[in-house]
């Protein structure tokens, strides 16, 4: 089965996107597959050891990749929420630099208001967040349940 045209319907907008050539969305498809050896594999080169063409490629990808990323998770906030939502931002009053120190406390607060909300200590708790560094290099957190 092929489509050229998607459709996404959320509570406060519609998406139409058009392709010029058709998706296919079974295993209809010869597709080949290339297995390449460990050993075949090139190492991955750091940024500065690409050519100038590279470095662009790199950069308009992981812009892409970016951009795609926020799409998704603005359709899944307005999918998923409505006006009972609440949107925080939890910061540290200590400047927690590392990642991992920070998702412990994070885990923690999520754990502790799960319990006060539900009572239970059983996971009932939807939430979305993303973790953003704050200018003085401190770990932050914007949040949607």
């Avoid at 139409?16 to 296919?24: G, V």
Wanted: with cysteine.
């Amino acid at each position: 089965m092929s489509y050229n045209r998607k459709i996404i319907r959320t509570s406060s907008y519609l998406e139409i996107w058009e392709y010029s050539s058709p998706i296919f969305s079974s295993d209809n498809t010869d597709i080949e597959t290339n297995q390449v050896s460990l050993n075949d594999k090139k190492k991955r080169r750091t940024f500065d050891e690409l050519t100038p063409n590279e470095q662009d490629e790199r950069l308009n990808r992981i812009s892409k990749t970016r951009k795609n990323s926020k799409w998704k998770l603005q359709r899944l906030i307005d999918s998923n929420y409505d006006n009972k939502t609440s949107f925080l931002t939890l910061t540290t009053k200590s400047n927690i630099q590392d990642r991992t120190e920070f998702n412990t406390m994070f885990d923690k607060f999520i754990k502790r208001l799960n319990y006060y909300i539900y009572n239970s200590k059983r996971r009932q708790l939807k939430y979305i967040s993303v973790l953003e560094r704050q200018k003085r290099g401190a770990w932050h957190a914007h949040q949607c349940h």
